[in-house]
């Protein structure tokens, strides 16, 4: 990227989450990353480019190590002028989602550039070969099973559909929302099937859709609008029936969203063969925690016929779902066991304040930092360097539990000679593909208390409105 060639216009606004704001390059295959400060909050250019280095050593060293390489793109820190950036921002401005608006986009002068994962990875610049983009946001794919848990409730429903209840109490979303992340990581093609099928009809902040790198689909900033499904099927409709203009109605949107699950759960369970480190660390070791969630509102004629089958099926290894529950399954102590830890730390700090950079709780995350994850044990001896191992781990277990999952679709004919490992096949269509997973920030260590106050008001809200009277 050169800084003195950089041109606002070139730019659009792509999209935002809390923590960040995303705009897209028009002609090539590129995204910047800014960070996103309430005001008055904002940082020097300094200590943005430090945040943004210690994301890039997180997602080069760590996540990747755990995901795989085909699947994480670090990206890279750029420098930007500031006379680029200022009218950019205004430019973008306008088209942010008001809930979003709270915080202001760093102008301070940095910001990530990384590939634009709503196209095919293996093109540079745009293409004029039609592309859609299913971006899901899984979040925990798994009941935990710690001892220090305190609260039963914990272990039978998961945190996902406990925390829908009070996210509808409180108004932010209008509905409860069927999807359960058991389902989707599940490993079952009737729950997976289940789970994306709720996702496309309770949205949320869980899914989203883009054709040719445009959002059309998904995370509406007008709660009342009820998602028109109808409409995300005629968009999609020539990808999957090319042929056929002549089906309408619910008919042919349902057909048409058949498809389109098909080929997300194909892809979601085919494996990758290159992958990252992760083989050299060990699997979790999670005793045999159940693997539904007792709110979950997949068919329960389904679970109880195929309870035997569910149980024992399971996600085939190398595939990205089963690398991202691996990841998130490194918090073994849930946030009840992990707390005290957290405060043993504390104490420590307060006793002597110089050994915080021994700790390395703020990085570097380099390859020792890997290392020293790799201890699963759960013996706690009572040291310090216990409590640092488990807090480090459960942070990237969060950061694998806030992930979003990339799915790119292009439709190929079945005689183009591509490399067919990346082309997926369904009984009426056939894509180029390619699954990659973003938003791979570490969690802040300072947000442990915040997460424990949080789990227990979930589990509070969930304990006195819903169990009662689900
Ligand atoms: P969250 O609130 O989930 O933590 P965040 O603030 O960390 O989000 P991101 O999730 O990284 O921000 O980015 C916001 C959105 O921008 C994503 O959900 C995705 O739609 C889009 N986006 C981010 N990075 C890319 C990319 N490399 N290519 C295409 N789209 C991207
Ligand atoms: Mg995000
Ligand atoms: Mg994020």
Redesign the pocket.
Known sequence: MEADRMDENEWSY???????L?V?HTQRCV?L?FL?FLPNRSKTAEEVYQHLQKILDFGKHVMKQFLGENYV?H?EVVKLPLDFLKPLCLRVQSERPESRCEKEMDVSGYAMC?????RLQTFPFIEHRPIFCI?I?PKCGFIPTSPHITKEIKKKVCRFCMHQHLKVAKGKWKRISKYCPLDLFSGNKRRMHFALMSLLQESQ?NL?VFKNGE?IYGCRDDQEHQSDLNELAHHLKPFFFPTNGLVNGPQSTMNILKELIQVLTNTLLTTSADSGRSESFKSVPIPQSRNYCESGHVCTELLRINKHKIETAGLPKGSILYKTLQAQMLDMLDIEGLYPLYKRVEKYLEECPEERSTLLLDGPYDETFFEKLKDLSTDDNGSVEYAVTKIQQYRVAMTAK?C?I?IALSPTMQEDCYDQRSVIKTARSSFKYSVSI??L?LKPYESIPHQYKRDSKIVSHYLNHEEAAP
């Open positions: 792509h999209g935002e989450g809390n923590k960040s995303v897209c995204v990353r996103k793109h990206g990384l590939p634009n994962l709503t971006e946001k902040n989203k959002l806030d979003s990339m973003l938003d920030d």
